[in-house]
């Protein structure tokens, strides 16, 4: 049986040391990072880098523990205009057997995640860089915005009636109007 062509970031757990860690550092190149930002729907990124290891963990599991560094650049919720952000985010994932993590589901029932997020199944391949992708997603701002990015007030109304604003929208404005209008009367 061929083996596997690993790509950059795949370690063989066939392979790995059960004695020291696997040490890896992934810096990809321009093109690399391109193809990530299109991955990721991002403007761009500009710097990429996720070093760290990977060492036993029990009797038959994997830890990896790295650092995640990066500069995107996506466009702002308000304007459009790029929004670079700088992302260091610790990750931490721990490989087990698939065994460990099955959970007995009648078809159609609903199943709980499990409380541990670190948890992945482990398989002949550990992939540094998928960690790194994963990691690098959701570590995004949702909504970058710009700092001089501003909504200002959007005011809709049809022809001849008196647009509703904000102030008018606030359930205790009213309220406050006529205890202010009382006070007076007293």
Known sequence: MPQQVLK?????????????PT????????DARAAVAAQLNLLGVKKLRFRGEISPAGA?????TGALGATVVQPCVVTLDPVTTRIDEAVERLFVPASYLEIEAEAGAETEMPEDTRLEPLG????????????????????????????????????GVTPLTDEDT????????LRDKLDKEE
Do not use: C, N
């Open 23 to 30: 040490a890896f550092d992934l810096q990809p190149e321009a």
């Open 124 to 159: 002949p391949v550990i992939s540094a860089y998928d960690v790194m992708i994963e990691s690098l997603s959701l570590a995004l701002p949702q909504y970058p915005r710009r700092a001089d990015a501003d909504l200002g007030d959007a005011v809709f109304a049809e022809d």
């Open 60 to 64: 038959q599991g994997w830890s990896l």
């Open 170 to 177: 606030k359930p205790f404005a009213g309220l406050a109007a």
């Open 8 to 20: 950059p970031g795949q370690f063989r757990v066939a392979d790995l040391s059960t004695r020291h």
